[in-house]
């Protein structure tokens, strides 16, 4: 990442990058507002900063409704864009993020995808989605690369048709080369 090995990476080169892999990392018995801003201020923000970036956040993620509720209430969907609110609370220029639209409701998810473009447009953000829904992909990048087994097989465009289907031939096609020569 940014031309580093990530196994190899100090702590100091994550600075700049928000993450939400799998499950939505949040204290759940502390209220929605509470854990934005922990997460301003673990993310290097002062006070100030942490609660002024909760707080857009909160609104643009739709959140403000659940702004006093304690974590451990929400929704998956509504823990999920807390997660990604999270991840973007300090503006990083890299973000990672697994299935961000799996769990939000339509309108939910139709907001992740707004935010995600708006960051990759406004601040020139690098946006690595991780996902098996190859449609949600396509809405929201200019890229799709395909990994299997951790190595890059493939890319496809996102505007190509029968997306699905050259996903699974890349993948088949690897695992039967892949077969061949564990029988050489």
Do not use: C
Not at 155 to 183: H, I, Q
């Amino acid at each position: 990442m940014r031309g580093f090995d990530v196994a190899q990476m100090r702590s100091s080169g994550w600075v700049g990058v928000g993450h939400l892999i799998d499950t939505p990392l949040a204290y759940p018995e502390l209220t929605v507002k509470a854990n934005l801003q922990i997460a301003g201020r673990l993310a290097g923000l002062n006070r100030a900063d942490a609660h002024a970036a909760a707080s857009r956040l909160g609104e643009e993620l739709l959140l403000s409704k659940w702004w006093t509720r304690r974590v451990r209430t929400l929704s998956l969907g509504n823990r999920q864009r807390l997660g990604i609110a999270a991840a973007l609370v300090a503006d990083p220029e890299v973000l990672v993020l697994d299935e961000p639209t799996n769990a939000p409701d339509p309108a939910g998810t139709v907001v992740v995808r707004r935010i995600l473009l708006e960051r990759v447009h406004e601040t020139g953000a690098s946006v690595l989605v991780s996902s098996h829904h190859l449609d949600e992909v396509a809405r929201i990048t200019d890229q799709i690369t395909v990994i299997n087994a951790g190595r890059i097989i493939g890319e496809l465009a996102p505007a190509g048709v029968n997306l699905e289907r050259r996903f699974f031939d890349l993948v088949n096609a690897d695992v039967e080369a892949n077969l061949m020569v564990g029988k050489s």
